[in-house]
């Protein structure tokens, strides 16, 4: 343990560490009001709508201690408040507290022996780096991130139907972190992966991040099922990746915050012409292949499936009109048109509303006359001979695209009411930073989505973005002391509670940018810090 070395403290003891420590200058500093803000409520922003400025590290009487800067900052607190650090934990304990931050599993009889064993200077630090190598901590990290992702392998609702393609984002996630993707790459994939690299399979499946909203599959309303999707996104990216409670803009103003509703449908107009895309998982090769072996069992296929599909067309289309008059007028009129003629909002609803129209080959055979049930079967088994021709299907994903390059317009909507829209907005970040419209590019010739989640992609994962870069190592501090730097991980607003080191969050959110947006890096400063290494024994103040 790096010769008897002052090692640090355990999670539970720097957890009442923070308790008797006086909370920062929270919501000290006023931010410019956005121009036209409602309320005085709007008119100042609290310490997360500044931009992380990186703070010197504060000076310690007992430097010894130190092992990396994490230290610096926690010890400059123990110490005014007149206490101490803890002594270092034994090394059982240590051993067993990283295995299971890191990987999620307790330590083996083996490995506990072979660390208590272990006399050499370096042999917690290649613990870590064994432990951050291992397949396991992208599993563990990965539980945390689908939890924020409300990630589900079933609709939900009623119905409750299953998502057989869900796990492809939840192995995305894991592969991320084993691999140590950069968080900012990260963040823009889950947010516009399909436009960002279009030709990357994971880039694709990582937009499953905004696809796992509950889903209600037997909706007939499907002007408010989108709304309510839309919101769903809306209120997920901010939170997620900003730590803000957007959603409370959704109907009026934020109360607390400097967020106006009109930030809100702002916001949500980057994602106005989002829908969802169960997109090819396979190599462009792979796709390749599948079309030419397609292709050649349609060619030999041709008469049998004319003939079957001469029996299926009149009873699926009596089938499908009966569902179509269920839907409401605003759907039943974009199914009239033709698709080419379809405006932005149509293609979605017609989108959606095709999900309702498919029909099994079972309740399609239980419509059939007794005749035409006994001819389609005759010929399903003809077919089958075709078999050894026919390519297997590609493997899909869940995910989100856009419905065209042209985006469907975006209303503030009054009391936050469907049915009630008020002015027309255009995409743009909050106010309180850029009180404009974003810049958007025109769309290209070809261009098949809008490029608009782009730009809020880059705009979230920028390093001048005040918020991203905190709230991901508040999360990863959470997950290694109990508790973040900010208790309320995904409320960094005047509602959440303030940072109990705000020098410390800084100079971590600073941090990461330095390192490359690395979280192995930063969990690896986070878990070789001394403060991390304590024993987690109460000890009375007096001991100090």
């Known amino acids: 343990m790096r010769g008897h070395r002052s090692r640090p403290a355990a999670a539970a003891a ?17 931010v410019a009001p956005p121009s036209g803000a409602a309320s005085t409520a709007t008119a100042h922003a609290s310490w997360s709508f500044r931009k992380p400025v990186r703070p010197p590290l504060p000076p310690v009487h007992r430097a010894g201690w130190l092992h990396n800067p994490i230290d610096a900052f926690v010890l400059a607190r123990l110490e005014a ?7 270092p934990a034994d090394k059982r304990a240590l051993i067993r507290r990283v295995t299971l931050d890191l990987t999620g599993l307790p330590t083996t009889p083996d490995d506990v022996e072979a660390f208590l064993a272990d006399d ?26 689908l939890d924020l992702a409300r990630y589900a392998e079933s609709d939900g609702f009623k119905t409750d139907g299953t998502r057989p393609n869900a796990w492809r984002y939840r192995d995305y996630v894991i592969d991320s972190f084993n691999q140590d993707k950069p968080y900012d790459r990260f963040v823009r994939e889950q947010i516009a992966g399909d436009e960002i690299d279009p030709e990357n399979a994971a880039a694709r499946i990582a937009t499953g991040f905004n696809r796992h909203w509950p889903d209600e599959d037997n909706a007939r309303n499907l002007v408010l099922r989108r709304q309510e999707i839309l919101n769903d996104i809306t209120d997920t990216t901010a939170s997620v990746f900003l730590g803000i409670t957007l959603g409370c803009a959704r109907c009026h103003d934020h109360k607390f915050d400097p967020l106006l509703q009109t930030d809100y449908y702002r916001f949500q107009a980057f994602f106005a012409a989002a829908q969802p895309s169960d997109a090819a998982a396979g190599t462009a090769a792979d796709q390749a292949t599948y079309r030419a072996g397609l292709s050649a069992w349609e060619a030999a296929s041709a008469s049998i499936r004319s003939e079957m599909e001469a029996i299926e067309q009149p009873v699926r289309q009596k089938m499908r009109q009966e569902t179509v008059e269920k839907f409401v007028p605003e759907v039943q009129e974009a199914l009239a048109v033709a698709q080419a003629e379809r405006t932005p909002l149509q293609r979605q609803l017609a989108c959606m509303a095709e999900q309702h129209l498919e ?5 399609m055979m239980g419509r059939m006359q007794k005749d035409q049930r006994e001819r389609w079967t005759e010929l399903r088994d003809g077919l089958k001979k075709f078999d050894s021709l026919k390519p297997p299907e590609l493997p899909v994903a869940m995910g989100i695209t856009d419905a065209g390059a042209e985006s469907p317009r975006t209303f503030l909507l009054i009391r936050g009411n469907y049915t ?4 027309e907005v255009q995409p743009g970040f909050l106010s309180v930073f850029d009180p404009g419209p974003a810049s958007l590019s025109p769309p290209a010739p070809g261009r098949s989505t809008t490029g608009r989640r782009t730009v809020l992609a880059n705009w979230i994962a920028s390093a001048e973005n005040p918020l991203a870069a905190r709230v991901v190592v508040n999360r990863l501090w959470q997950g290694h002391f109990g508790r973040g730097i900010v208790a309320t991980p995904s409320d960094f607003g005047r509602q959440g509670d303030p940072p109990s080191h705000p020098e410390l969050l800084d100079w971590l959110a600073t941090e990461l940018v330095v390192r490359g947006w690395s979280l192995k890096a930063m969990h690896r400063l986070m878990v070789t810090s001394n403060a991390y290494c304590q024993s987690s024994n109460a000890r009375r103040a007096t001991d100090a």
Not at 128 to 133: C, G, N, Q, Y
Not at 420 to 423: A, F
């Open 120 to 145: 050499a200077a370096d042999a917690y630090d290649r613990l870590v780096d064994r432990l951050l190598a291992s397949p396991q901590y992208g599993e563990r990290w990965a539980r945390a991130w």
């Open 14 to 30: 720097l957890g009442a560490f923070v308790l008797l420590m006086p909370a920062g200058p929270a919501g000290a500093d006023a």
């Open 359 to 363: 029909i099994t080959t079972e309740t």
């Open 420 to 423: 009630s829209p008020g002015e």
């Open 81 to 87: 408040a007149g206490l101490a650090p803890a002594p």
